[in-house]
């Protein structure tokens, strides 16, 4: 009798070791919440940065997780709370559990999400009858919500820039943001450094905004080494760096006064670099063919014509000619 019960002594404990390991290789990063960041968290005592105006930042960032466990992270947090949605996909909660958890639009779910499947719905097989959208979901959890297309691996369009910084603009004071993605990696990371930039630029350089954010657990965006096993081509990396940089740009000139919308901005600064494109062209055959400058200069104002009649942004060109001597004088 004794032997026996030893035996299944040995034998439940070896059951709780193994639901345990299980249990551990389960829980990868995305289940575990390990890109969940908020302005507060303590940064490194080693690590140098210019910490102004974050953590008074009420944002927080991470991955899709279940609306009950956000809830608990940010019970201690008073007012109005919004989630600002960045997934570009058809996704949803099935009580309150993302679906991205169980697997339910997949073709061919991972093991993982067969078993998640089973302990939030009792059952293996798929009900996506199930699933609502995340703005009906969140608010039976008391949250409010948006939903933005905001992207890492392609520039987003300057309309849904725009529509990103008319919300934060009319952001009250004591409303909370939650901003997450799938993974809380690539657009959440997007979301915290362009509502940084657009909180505390120009006051706090861009390398900082980009240095701290990533200590807190973002992406680093001024990164543009491929990796091992990445899904970003250097090229995505490398435009992604440049947007951040054109958008501190435009809100630096923004809050001098300049432009204030995104959209208009930037059109200006594709057609200031258009004519620049030009003018180095018309200058470099010039230069190359002395005996051709009339001829060029005559194709140079033709193509100043045509884009005065295409109206740009900063206006119809006067004085043509002037322009292209003023340009060969220079040269």
């Not at 990868?28 to 953590?55: F, H, I, W």
């Not at 058809?90 to 993302?98: L, S, T």
């Not at 940089?245 to 930037?266: M, P, T």
Request: with cysteine; glycine share 8%; aromatic share 14%.
């Amino acid at each position: 009798m004794k032997k026996f019960l030893k035996l299944k002594y040995f034998f439940v404990i070896g059951i709780g070791v193994f639901l345990v390991i299980l249990g551990f290789e389960v829980q990868d990063s995305y289940r575990k919440y390990g890109n969940y960041r908020t302005m507060q968290d303590p940064l490194s005592a080693s690590e140098s940065v210019d910490l102004t105006g974050l953590r008074e930042l009420p944002y927080a960032g991470g991955p899709m997780i279940p609306l009950s466990e956000l809830k608990k992270r940010l019970e201690h947090v008073k007012g109005p709370k919004i989630i600002v949605d960045g997934v570009h996909g058809k996704y949803g909660y099935v009580y309150g559990i993302p679906d991205s958890y169980i697997g339910y639009l997949e073709k061919a779910p991972s093991w993982k999400s067969y078993i998640w499947r089973l302990f939030y719905t009792g059952t293996l097989k798929s009900r996506p009858s199930l699933i609502v959208p995340g703005a009906v979901a969140a608010q039976l959890y008391g949250f409010e919500y948006r939903s933005f297309r905001i992207g890492s691996k392609y520039l987003s369009q300057d309309e849904d820039i725009d529509k990103f910084v008319s919300f934060l603009d009319a952001l009250p004071e004591n409303v909370s943001l939650y901003f997450h993605c799938i993974h809380g990696k690539g657009r959440t990371s997007m979301m915290l450094v362009m509502a940084d930039i657009i909180k505390n630029a120009p006051k706090v350089a861009l390398a900082d905004i980009i240095k701290r954010q990533y200590l807190l657990g973002s992406v680093n965006l001024f990164d543009t080494a491929s990796w091992t096993r990445s899904t970003y081509a250097t090229k995505m990396l490398e435009d992604r760096k440049k947007f951040i940089e054109d958008f501190y740009d435009f809100i630096d000139q923004r809050k001098a006064g300049g432009i204030q919308r995104w959209s208009e901005w930037n059109k200006q600064r594709k057609g200031a670099i258009a004519v620049t494109k030009i003018h180095k062209d018309v200058l470099l055959r010039t230069l190359s063919h002395p005996g051709r400058g009339e001829k060029v200069g005559n194709e140079f104002n033709i193509l100043l014509t045509y884009l005065s009649y295409q109206a740009p942004p900063w206006g119809k060109f006067e004085n043509k000619k002037s322009l292209y001597d003023s340009t060969v004088r220079e040269s």
